[in-house]
C-alpha cells in the first residue's frame, strides 16, 4: 500500500501541473485583462461586478481621445483597447507592475516556482494577499459545504436502505417521486421560494435574509453563538439540499438491492439470524463501500461548486462569489492561486477516497491489482 500511495502522490504532480497549462493557456486567451481593467478605470468605463453577470470589462470600453501634451500610444501598446491616447511609459510601467513585460512561458514558470512554495502572491485589485482572501471566505463555502454533505448522507442512507428494504411497495414509489422533483428544482429557484414563504418576502419572517452571522454575533454567549449560526444556514443549506438527495439515495438503494441478492444473505438467513443482524452485520458494509468511500469526494465537490446563485441571493460573501468576482475583474493571482490550491485538494482527497476503499473493505488491495 505504501508503494500505492507513493504512486499516486507522484503522479499529482503532472496532473497538477497540466490543470494548471490548460487553464493559464485559456484564461491569457480571453479578453480584458487587468492592464485593460486598469485603463478601463482610467477611461472611466469599468464595470463592476457586483451589479452586472456576464460579459468583459473591454465590452464596454470607449477609445479615448488623445489628449493634449499626451503622447500617441504605439504600436507596443495597440493591443491594449482603450489605450490610444495614453503615455507608452504608462503603459510598460503597468506591463512591468503585472509581470507582462516577460514571455507567457516565463510568467508560467515562474508562478508556479512560487506556488510550489504555497506563495500566491498579492491581489491586484484589493491589496490583500491571496491566502488571506481565501481564508476569509473559506468559513461560508465551508460552512455551506460541510453541513450540506452531512445532511445528505444523514438523510439519503437511511432513507436509500428503506427504499431496499421495501421495494417495489408504495413508500418507495412516492419517496421516488418525491426525491426525483425535488432533483429536478434549480437550488436557486427553491431559494426564492425559501424567502418568499420564510424570510419575509411575503409570508413569515423566521429566518435571516443575509449574513452567516448577526452583527451583534460576537456580543452574543457562546450557546447564542451557535444557534445564530444555525439559524442563518438554515435556508442556504436547504436550499442546496434539494437536489443532493436523488443521487445519493438510489444509489444506496441499488447498492443494497444488489448485496440483498447474493447468495450470503440467504445463507445468513437461513442459519437463522434477524433481519436487522442480516441487514447490518453483513450487507450494510458491502452495500456502504461506494457510499462510504466518496464521501471525501462528494465534500470537495460542494466545496468548489459553492453556489454562486445560493450566495448572492442569501448575500453570504464565500469562495463562489469571490471567484466571480476574480474571473470578472481578471484579477489572475487570486484566479490561479484559487485553482491551485483546490485542485491540489481535490487531487488529494480523491487519494483519500481509495484509501477508505480499504479501511470499509480490508479486501480491496490496490498494490496487488497494480
Known sequence: MAAYILRRLLLIIPTLFGIMVINFAIVQLAPGGPIEQIIAKLQGSAVDPTTRIGGSATGDMQTAA?????????????????????????????????????PLPERFLLMMQHYLVFDFGKSYFRDQRVVDLVLQKMAVSVSLGLWTTLLIYLVSIPLGIRKAISDGSSFDVWTSAVVIVGYAIPGFLFAVLLIVLFAGGSYLSWFPLRGLVSDDFALLPWYRQILDYFWHLALPVTALLVGGFASLTMLTKNSFLEEINKHYVTTARAKGLTEGRVLYGHVFRNAMLIVIAGFPAAFVHLLFTSNLLIEVIFSLDGLGLQGYEAAITRDYPLMFGTLYFFTLLGLVMNLIGDLMYVAVDPRIDFEGRS
Do not use: H, N, V
Not at 68 to 78: I, L, N, R
Not at 83 to 92: E, H
Open 66 to 102: 488623445p489628449q493634449p501634451g499626451q503622447m500617441t500610444a504605439d504600436s507596443t501598446t495597440s493591443r491594449y483597447r482603450g489605450a490610444r491616447g495614453l503615455d507608452p511609459q504608462f503603459i510598460k510601467q503597468l506591463e512591468k507592475e503585472f509581470g507582462f513585460d516577460k
